[in-house]
């Protein structure tokens, strides 16, 4: 695929690094240029998942909770905009007295009325038809491993920003590809993957928030929950880097593991609408 122009900031001409990818030297995303329209609707790359699988996206889904948890005032109503299989509404229905997911997969969508029956809206994030009795709470919108899907990023955060009243939190949850894995795997890694258009960096999560005029109240990364807490990973890192180790374990925020600060696969931030 040739791109003309970085799909999140515009910026023109891309530094194409190889075959596959071209950076944007002023968003820092890295983009894949093997990515391919993907469709979602009779599930494309996610199925439903089984019982041990949903239980490590639930665990996952919790810790994910945990980070924008801080920044709670009298917040009640979360929207999951590609909800998936549901674990972030499974995880924030214990906490919060609203929850609503999107997405446009017909079979999770089934899965989640069925056997998690929590309401969902099968289709793309759109707040029309969201209750304005909904709309008129005190909301946090959610876009876990949603952007990375789309070839107009900036449009989705701009139509959620529309959507949120001054004082609304918006959750961004990323692949980076600035994170230990990419690193060392390249694009041999799992997440460099047709469906994903493009791979993030901390530096493009924050050209988000600028750009749309999000206050930024937290910023950091973290990996998926089965690894993030694994005593063997943990011992990994401290032989590998001692130094870092012990000095992340001092600064490190208590919601986050080492391997999450230390690997850092995801990128994340908690913004707010002023
Ligand atoms: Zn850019």
């Known amino acids: ?19 596959h990818a071209a950076r944007c030297s002023q968003c820092g995303l890295l983009h894949n240029l093997a990515a391919e329209e993907t469709s979602y609707i009779e599930g494309g790359g996610q199925a439903v998942p089984n019982e041990a699988k949903t239980r490590w996206r639930l665990i996952n889904a919790q810790r994910r909770l945990n980070i924008i948890a801080p920044h709670f005032a009298g917040h009640d109503t979360l929207i999951d905009i590609g909800c998936g299989s549901g674990e972030m509404l499974l995880a924030a229905k214990d906490r919060l007295s609203h929850v609503l997911g999107f997405d446009t997969n017909r079979p999770l969508i089934r899965h989640i009325r069925d056997n998690l029956a929590l309401p969902v809206i099968e289709g793309y994030f759109d707040a029309a038809v969201i209750a304005p009795d909904l709309l ?10 949603v952007l990375e899907h789309l070839a107009q990023p900036l449009g989705l955060v701009r139509q959620t920003h529309a ?8 959750y961004i949850e990323v692949p980076l590809y600035t994170g230990q894995s990419f690193r060392q795997q390249g694009y041999r890694w799992n997440l460099w ?35 993030s807490y694994s005593a063997k990973t943990r011992w990994r890192l401290f032989f590998r880097q001692p ?19 230390m690997i850092g696969d995801y990128g994340f931030v908690v913004l707010q609408k002023p």
């Open 163 to 170: 959507a949120m009243l001054p004082g609304d939190l918006l």
């Open 1 to 19: 695929m040739m791109l003309d122009a970085c799909i999140l900031c515009g910026h023109t001409p891309l530094e194409a690094l190889d075959t």
């Open 193 to 227: 993957t047709a469906e994903h258009r493009a791979l993030y960096s901390p530096q493009a999560l924050d050209f988000i928030a600028t750009s749309c005029g999000f206050k930024t109240l937290s910023a950091g990364t973290r990996i998926f929950a089965r690894g």
């Open 136 to 145: 008129a709470r005190k909301k946090i919108f959610t876009l876990s491993h």
């Open 243 to 261: 130094l870092l180790f012990l000095k992340c374990l001092v600064t490190k925020p208590t919601y986050l593991s080492i391997a999450d600060v």
